[in-house]
């Protein structure tokens, strides 16, 4: 039952060999209680190649050194925040060490049973607009004492400089007029002044599954942390469309300004997501292309006064 097909398709540069016989040797070495259990690569992120282990497992390992860095971040704090999650979240179930042949932490958690929806695939399923909507509100309402800062919880104007060059690098590629006007809306609008509250801050999606049209679980937590939660609105363009972007806008309660800042946020990640996969992910690049399609064909909407 081990698939021990060839190691998956590198996306990035620093990235190490990673298949099924490292997977093995790693479990082996660290946690020798499953290391008689099948191993079966699944697909993989941009972040973490995942093998299945078992029935009820999955290993994850991240592929650069940036992804690294998130391990710690979910196995100090999804403890914490998941009791308060309406939605099932991942369950970490060992902390892995560098090895030498992989020079970085990795992770065994619970594996979730769930269908990854495509991007814009839900125009009119008001019941996953409303369960989006009842995760972002749950995770806002959180204690934030101690938390961290969101990998995104910076203000869009640090972003100002990455993201005109991602612009002017995708000129001829997508509106390049559209989305200056889209950006400099969004720096436009009025600045989060409120105290941070926690935000998932990558509702795309790879990161969330669901089962039979409801929304059953949220994962990949390696943005998670304080920030504007205009950051969470970003499934609005990634994952929605039509009458349910509307359902998830009144749901989730966003003002005019929230929901301007909310579009930033998803044509800067966006902007950089085809730029950065264009020549390396396919799929990646075809997402990033939808949403900025998304945004840019909505750009002159009125909005509602809140």
Request: proline fraction near 8%; hydrophobic fraction near 45%.
């Amino acid at each position: 039952m081990d698939a021990d097909t060839p190691h998956a398709a590198k996306l990035h540069a620093d990235e190490p060999d990673i298949d099924a016989s490292l997977v093995r040797r790693l479990l082996a070495a660290q946690f020798p209680r499953w290391a008689d259990l099948p191993v079966v690569r699944v697909d993989n992120g941009t972040s973490n190649a995942m093998y299945r282990l078992g029935a009820d497992m999955v290993v994850r390992l991240p592929r650069r050194e940036a992804a690294a860095a998130d391990v710690d971040r979910e196995h100090r704090w999804l403890p914490r925040i998941a009791p308060s999650l309406p939605f099932a979240v991942p369950v970490p179930l060992g902390r892995g060490r560098p090895a030498g042949d992989y020079p970085w932490p990795w992770s065994v958690y619970r594996w979730l049973e769930g269908e990854t929806p495509t991007a814009g695939g839900v125009d009119r399923a008001g019941p996953f607009a409303r369960d989006l909507a009842e995760f972002v509100r749950a995770l806002r309402r959180i204690d934030p004492t101690d938390g961290p800062p969101s990998h995104r919880g910076e203000h869009l104007a640090a972003r100002d400089s990455a993201t005109r060059a991602a612009i002017g690098e995708l000129h001829g590629v997508i509106d390049a007029r559209a989305a200056t006007a889209v950006w400099e809306a969004a720096l436009r609008a009025p600045e989060w002044r409120d105290p941070a509250v926690w935000i998932h801050a990558d509702l795309q999606p790879g990161n969330v599954l669901t089962a039979q049209g409801r929304l059953s679980a949220v994962i990949d937590f390696g943005c998670v942390g304080l920030g504007d939660p205009a950051v969470d609105l970003i499934p609005a363009w990634y994952l929605l469309g039509g009458a349910a972007r509307d359902v998830f806008r009144a749901a989730v309660e966003a003002d005019d300004a929230a929901w301007s800042r909310g579009r930033g946020w998803a044509l800067s990640i966006a902007l950089m997501e085809v730029s950065y996969y264009r020549h390396r992910d396919p799929v990646m690049h075809a997402i990033g292309q939808h949403v900025i399609s998304e945004v840019l064909a909505g750009h002159g909407e009125v909005q509602p006064s809140r």
